[in-house]
C-alpha cells in the first residue's frame, strides 16, 4: 500500500491526487512517450519547519533534458518553482518521494512526439528504504542495457522502464533482490534503478557515460564527495568479473541512495565495507544539511508558503 500526498499538480494546477485522473486513450500509456524525474523530500532533522530537497536543481535540469528529448519546451526553472509549491501545498511532514513526469498528453492511436499536446504532472508518495541499507543480492540480467543509438538513455524516458521491470522481476522471482544489467557490449551498465561502482585497491571505479548508464545525480554526487574525501574515482568499462572480485560493491541512485551489494549470483562478497560505509554516511549528513560545505546541494523549503 502506498500513502500518497494529498494533492498533486496536474493541467496546471493543485487538485486532490484522487481528482488528477488522464484517459485510457492517453498517448504516453500507450507508447512510452513520458519522462519523470524523482526526488526525496525530508524533514530538516535540525529545524523541523522546513523540508530538505537533495540537488533540486540538478533534478530539475534532467526532467527538462528529458522533455526536451520529446519534443516538448519545459524550463528548468518552471519546474523548480512547481515542485517547490508542491511541497508547500502538501505540508510534507515525513520522508516522501516526488515524481514529476512529462508526456504526450494527447490521445491518438500513431506514435509520434509532433504535434501532440503534452502536460506535466507532480504526485508524491511517502518513501522510507527502497533497498535495504545493509547489503543487496543482485544477480547479473539475461536482459542487456538499452542502447543510445535506439533509445534516448540520458533522459528518464518512461517506455525505457519496460527493461528495469523485465529485470528487476527475474532477479527477484529467482531470489535476489535486484539486477544488474550488462550492456550491448558486455559490460556492467547500470541496475534496474541505480548507477553501479566498484571499489579496488582504495580507488572507485564506475562505468563512464559511454556505457549506456543514466547520468545519475546520486552518482555525480559521490564522485565529488569521493574526491572531497582523496578517493579517486575511475570512469571506465567495467567487466562482470570485476564485481566478483571486487573489494566493495554498491549501488547508487535517488530511491536506493547507497546500497551496499552483499552477494552477486553465487559469490559472497566482503562484508567490511569502509569506502561504502564512509560515503554512505558523508551522503546521508549531506541530505539531512549537516556538512556546511555542501549546503549548495541541499534546498530547504519552508512548510507555510
Ligand atoms: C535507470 C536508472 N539508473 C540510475 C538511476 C540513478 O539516478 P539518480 O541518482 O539520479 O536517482 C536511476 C534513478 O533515477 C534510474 O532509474
Not at 189 to 213: C, H, W, Y
Request: neutral net charge.
Amino acid at each position: 500500500m502506498h500513502n500518497f500526498l494529498p494533492f498533486a499538480y496536474f493541467q496546471n494546477q493543485f487538485l486532490p491526487f484522487n481528482e488528477a485522473k488522464i484517459s485510457i486513450a492517453t498517448h504516453a500509456l500507450h507508447y512510452g512517450t513520458g519522462a519523470f524525474g524523482g526526488l526525496r523530500a525530508i524533514p530538516d532533522p535540525q529545524k523541523p519547519e522546513q523540508i530538505l530537497l537533495f540537488r533540486l536543481d540538478r533534478h530539475c535540469q534532467r526532467l527538462s533534458s528529458s522533455a526536451k528529448l520529446l519534443q516538448y519546451d519545459l524550463p528548468a526553472d518552471k519546474i523548480e518553482k512547481i515542485i517547490v509549491d508542491f511541497v508547500q501545498k502538501n505540508q510534507i511532514d515525513k520522508s516522501c518521494y516526488i515524481r514529476p513526469f512529462v508526456y504526450n498528453s494527447g490521445l491518438g492511436i500513431s506514435p509520434r512526439l509532433h504535434k501532440i499536446e503534452k502536460d506535466f504532472f507532480v504526485y508524491g508518495l511517502e518513501l522510507g528504504d527502497y533497498l535495504s541499507p545493509e547489503g543487496v543480492s543482485c544477480r547479473i540480467s539475461s536482459w542487456y542495457r538499452q542502447e543510445d543509438r535506439s533509445l534516448p538513455l540520458r533522459g528518464k524516458i518512461s517506455g525505457a522502464y519496460i527493461t528495469s521491470s523485465l529485470a528487476k522481476t527475474e532477479a527477484v522471482e529467482s531470489g535476489f533482490d535486484e539486477a544488474i544489467l550488462l550492456n550491448t557490449q558486455g559490460k556492467i551498465s547500470e541496475a534496474s534503478g541505480m548507477n553501479v561502482f566498484i571499489v579496488r585497491g582504495g580507488k572507485l571505479i564506475t562505468p563512464g557515460f559511454n556505457q549506456d548508464i543514466l547520468e545519475g545525480i546520486t552518482r555525480d554526487s559521490i564522485i565529488t564527495i569521493a574526491k572531497d574525501l582523496g578517493i579517486e574515482t575511475i570512469e571506465r568499462p567495467v567487466d562482470r568479473t570485476e564485481l566478483l572480485i571486487a573489494d566493495e560493491v554498491f549501488l547508487s541512485g535517488t530511491a536506493a541512495k547507497i546500497s551496499p551489494v552483499k552477494k552477486l549470483e553465487s559469490y559472497e562478497l566482503p562484508k567490511t565495507r569502509p569506502i561504502t560505509n564512509q560515503l554512505q554516511e558523508k551522503l546521508v549528513a549531506i541530505t539531512e544539511n549537516r556538512e556546511p560545505e555542501y549546503k549548495d546541494w541541499v534546498y530547504a523549503i519552508p512548510k507555510e508558503g
